[in-house]
């Protein structure tokens, strides 16, 4: 198992390192870019482009660098280097250049994070090979940048101009373009002017200044390990057919395994001072319910039948009052019912305790007063154990689907900020709001206060998908939800993945709450960088406007200074990367000293 871990960490090392900046090393294969008329301001830092060698690729195409795509055939990775590589005469082609061929086609890059009025620039090398007519033949290419807002939605394409090709002999390809408002992600793209054969190599993209990364503590994503908690009032006695590999299994030995697995988590998570979120159902947080309270009036759910895309097992829900099998006893006498010592464990571990529901019912078939009723049971069943109310909301059997306008704004009334467990099987495409190819963090549509983080479900037999999903997020700068039911880390099996999912993470993700990860997210972005003053010393100012301490922000300098100052005292150099904590409302001073002479770099040269 061990020997395990350390293969798949060091192939999250390896794809970490495509993105992550190199102290010196890029700096020395990209120097410093700068046209000949630009000032010091006006350097571009190193490259922030992720596979941008091509040296991982996707295991499901391996015609294609991991996290990069394509419009048709005839996009794929080639032999042609513009610098000699081993292995670059014979498949797969990893780590050499991509072939563009065909004139309705394009190659497209990754994603990063971007800052509106912050400018991007990209350069490659391009050649033009033989074509379908066996000849060489000059050709163009350029270069277009997609913005991307915060829902994820493509609002603006920056079109670079027409640039020439020649045959046989390497050019360099150069673009700029400035994000606009609203543009929270790039992705770039390649487009080739005829059908001849063009072949992509040596690709870099740098924002000018200095970059505000979007995760904390040198970290290229961002991770939360989350669980479903449910005693068995949850899902387990209320039980769908469908989402749920143990609908048939008795609720009262779920219950059980629930209760198992979440101590089995504590133990996985100490080592490594993990802090999850469980998102736990409303009798998690009960002793017992020997008075025989009634919850939310104890309501009946007509539309909890068996007709098709409701998919109960039984009518029996229709006719029962939801909360009706509960024993009414203590939690020594009903253990599987009610989890109020175990919450108690869960918080004194510092874990974070988040909303499935107080009655686990499906989030599209109840109305905006349900939901307002539901909220309110669970915030005061919380409020007993010190718990605040609730931020982020997971749905039970991914049931966002069908949610009224009217019921995501009480969600947005009663402070919920985020949620996942979203909808995600072919049959709700229509409703699907997370992003699961990018991995990127996405605003509800039409409800800007509520954040979608996407989830990815861990079983040993998804491990693998699992591991997919987090490569993607990695290369794209973007935020992932690990999840399971706490019943299922009670096997060996189960374990021991997730032990694999957390040692291969821990160097490259930032791991942390679900809450936590969508408040830097928004918070990172009111992190503002002003230049005061320009060579020989560069003085940098970098304010946190937000209402938050952020601890670990980190930042990409342009280039390696010799020195760095923060606030009047000295750093030791960290090549072109910085961390600093900034108190809410506080700005920090950077002097960086010892910038290269200004030179121009033809790939600059537009």
Known sequence: MATKARVVHRWFWGVAGIGIVILGALLALYGVRQARSQTPLTITGPNILPNNDFAIVDPQNPELPAGWSRGATGVQLGGFTFQPTPGCDRPPYAGCAMQLLGIGNYLRSPQIEVRPGAEYRVAFRALSDRAQNGQAAPTRVRVLFHWQDAEGIEFQVTRGAWQAVPAQTWSTIAAAARAPDDAVRLAISIHPASDDRIYIDDLSLGQVGVRVNPWPHGKRAALALSFDYETA??????????????????????????????DRALELFAPHGIRATFYAN??????????????????????????????????????????????????????????????????????????????????????????????????????????????????????????????????AEAGIRSVTRTAWTEGTRRSWIADRQHWSLRRVPGHATITVIADSYLTPQRLTAVQRDLQQALLNEGAIDIWAHTEEITSPAQIAAWRTVIEAALPDFWIAPVPQIV????????????????????????????????????????????????????????????????????????????????????????
């Open 282 to 411: 409303g009798y998690n947080f009960l002793y017992g319910n020997t008075e025989r309270r009634r919850f939310m009036g104890d309501p009946v759910y007509a539309w909890a039948n068996t007709q098709p895309g409701h998919d109960w097992r039984s009518d029996r829900w229709t006719t029962q009052p939801w909360f009706s099998a509960d024993p009414y006893a203590t939690e020594a006498e009903a253990p599987a019912w009610y989890f109020g010592s175990q919450v108690q464990r869960l918080i004194a571990a510092g874990q974070d305790l988040q909303s499935h529901t107080f009655a686990h019912f499906h989030g599209g078939f109840v109305t905006p007063d349900d939901w307002r009723a539901d909220i309110a049971a669970w915030n005061e069943a919380a409020a007993q154990h010190g718990v605040a109310p609730a931020t982020s909301l997971a749905f039970p059997w991914s049931s966002s689907a069908g949610m009224s306008d009217a019921s995501w704004r009480v969600l």
């Open 233 to 262: 009032m949850g899902g387990l006695i209320h039980s769908r057919s469908v989402d749920d590999p143990n609908a048939a299994a008795d609720p009262l030995a779920r219950g059980l395994r629930m209760r198992e697995g979440a």
């Open 519 to 606: 408040q830097y997210a928004q918070d990172v972005r009111q992190v503002t960088v002003s230049v005061e003053a320009e060579r020989p010393r560069y003085r940098v100012r970098i304010h946190n406007r937000s209402s938050r301490d952020l601890r670990g922000v980190t930042l990409t300098l342009p280039f390696a200074p010799h020195r760095v100052e923060v606030d009047g005292q000295p750093l030791v150099s960290t090549g072109t990367r910085l961390t600093l904590d900034l108190p809410r409302g506080a700005s920090r001073l950077v002097v960086l000293d010892g910038a290269p002479e200004a030179r121009t770099d033809s790939r600059w040269e537009a």
